[in-house]
């Protein structure tokens, strides 16, 4: 399967060594700068310190990023380069971006990861940009290599590009790593209150007894002020709200009346016509979220 | 090398509360969670110590800085403790400043050319003031930035050998590797606490003004006993309609926040 035509170029670099990646990393970089394109790089800091060396006096112009702080979840991933387009594309017309994604040790989260490659296909779809994402092929477990394969259009080896035979639909991977969520017997329904004002009062009142911080208790009630009003408005009102806490975490669920929606990408698209910006709102202020129907209805699960 | 487990001073659901705290940036939990796991860190950093030209202290803030960043991502859902987990990004911390710090670098002449500027300013600020100069007074001195600075001195810190004299010009035979500090010493501990920088609490509060900031904070008991709309009216001299207001705006104000800037 073929990616869809997009205003964006999303690229995989897979590379044998740092002398490599340097090489290629500066002459992509050099030939964005030369055609007046932003350049921006996301690495570790040895890896930004090589970088900038090879480039000498054009590092100037070449924005650094230090990936260590930026992957921490894929949503805020998403909302820190978002940040970085919007100051780029005040300098030019086009971007060019190359960034070594940040796998862990873990391979349940090898999947949140590759779920983030595959929604970086629709996330910046509508911009001008070239998207390189750098894979160290004797640094990353092979299931992991195989991944770029699915998740990136085409990828670059040695001095060739291929087209990925093995391209994977972005909603369709998603969906098939998707777990389904477990369900959580501790949680306790409360009150919704009559409209979001009184909700909030009420999710207030159980996060002040549950010991959670006011900069987090602020953050969860504007998640479920946003949760809440996507349920009005499209799932024909909240039916219940139960919280808890269920791995340590504190938890609230809405659930509505309505059919829900089938979209993975769903709060993980920057907003623009025609895509909201409540659930991306709410993915940037809570650890996760997950959506999924049940018997007593379509419900967002916010972990906090 | 042994990812040195560390002793079982939290219990599961411990452990669970600090690393949510942590990954919120609550400092208490912060610190509490780097005490716990401080002697594991260390074990990871007497591997790197030896023979490299990096310092304890530099390794071990280095570690911390990688225990809390896995906070940041560890799902504590996962069945996965949390210090194998860590362990991983502890170490790469690690390895990161040694490849930074000792790595072999081919300077470019531009790099050699700002080195020569840093030296000539760094003879003469001890030629004037007989102190060594910050990187600050140096980024003033030559016109280089701080970050350019920093990463120049860094390429030129000469490797140290485990077992290199201390002290080559007297004779000693005592090596660096004889006195190298026990890094579980409780003192190396403080030293490494004191220095953590504890990344800033985001809190959205903090982008609204006076006002909207009482308004919300007293409706929903932030830090503060909870009111009603008509109480935070009467001490602010407004209408209960009006507090709503403003609280509808403030919240309308944190969402236009969070879902800037707009890219069509």
């Known amino acids: 399967m073929s990616a869809e035509a997009t205003a964006m170029r999303h690229s995989a670099l897979v590379y044998e060594s740092r002398d490599e990646y340097v090489d290629r990393a500066v002459a992509f970089l050099r030939e964005g700068l030369d055609a007046g394109e932003g350049a921006v790089v996301g690495n570790t800091r040895s890896g930004l310190a090589a970088v900038r060396e090879a480039l000498g006096p054009d590092a100037a112009r070449v924005t650094f990023i230090d990936v260590g702080a930026a992957y921490t979840r894929p949503a805020r991933t998403f909302a820190a380069y978002h940040k970085v387009y919007a100051e780029e594309f005040k300098k030019a017309a086009s971007v060019r971006v190359i960034s070594d994604v940040q796998y862990g040790p873990e391979p349940a989260e090898w999947d949140m990861w590759m779920g983030y490659e595959a929604l970086m296909n629709h996330a910046f779809a509508h911009l001008p940009t070239w998207a390189m994402c750098s894979y160290n092929a004797n640094g990353l477990p092979d299931p992991l290599l195989e991944t770029v394969w699915r998740t990136h259009p085409e990828v670059g080896t040695g001095t060739t590009w291929t087209k990925s035979d093995h391209f994977e639909e972005p909603t369709q991977l998603l969906r098939r790593i998707t777990p389904l969520p477990e369900p959580l017997p501790g949680l306790r329904s409360i009150s919704s209150g009559r409209g979001p004002e009184a909700l909030r009062e009420n999710l207030a009142r159980e996060l002040k007894a549950d010991g959670v911080t006011e900069a987090k208790t602020l953050d969860m009630l504007i998640a479920v002020t946003e949760i809440a009003t996507n349920a009005e408005a499209h799932g024909g009102g909240v039916k219940d709200v139960r919280l808890g806490r269920a791995n340590g975490r504190f938890v609230c669920e809405i659930v509505d009346r309505g059919n829900g929606f089938d979209d993975p990408t769903a709060g993980y698209l920057p907003p623009r016509t025609g895509i909201g910006r409540g659930l991306w709102v709410a993915r940037q202020l809570t650890w996760r979220i997950d959506f999924f129907r049940l018997p007593q209805g379509f419900t967002a699960r916010i972990w906090l | ?264």
């Open chain 2, 1 to 264: 090398m042994s990812d040195a487990e560390p002793q079982p001073r939290l219990s599961r659901e411990q452990e669970q509360a600090l690393i949510v705290g942590a990954e919120a940036g609550d400092p208490a939990a912060c610190r509490t969670l780097v005490e716990a796991f401080l002697p594991a860190i260390a074990n990871l950093a007497r591997a790197y110590y030896r023979g490299i030209g990096v310092e304890q202290k530099e390794l071990m803030q280095e570690g911390v800085a990688g225990l809390l960043f896995a906070a940041q991502r560890y799902d504590t859902g996962l069945d996965t403790p949390f210090w194998p987990y860590a362990a991983f990004w502890v170490r790469k911390a690690m390895q990161e400043l040694v490849a930074e710090l000792s790595r072999p670098v081919a300077l470019s002449d531009r790099a050699v050319r700002g080195l020569a500027q840093i030296r000539a300013a760094r003879r003469e600020h001890l030629r004037a003031h007989g102190a060594e100069p910050t990187d600050v007074e140096l980024s003033q001195a030559t016109g280089l930035t701080p970050a350019q600075v920093e990463s120049l001195l860094a390429t030129e810190r000469p490797s140290r050998s485990f077992e290199e004299p201390l002290t080559p010009d007297d004779g000693s035979t005592v090596t660096l590797g004889d006195v190298i500090i026990d890094p579980v010493a409780e003192r190396e501990y403080e030293l490494v606490l004191d220095e953590i920088e504890i990344r800033e609490v985001r809190d959205l509060a903090d982008q609204l003004d006076e006002r909207e900031r009482v308004v919300v904070k007293a409706h929903y008991g932030l830090g503060r006993p909870t009111q009603t709309l008509g109480e935070i009216g009467a001490t602010l001299g407004l209408t209960a309609e009006r507090a709503r207001q403003i609280e509808v705006g403030a919240l309308t104000k944190l969402r236009s926040a969070l879902a800037h800037p707009a890219l069509q």
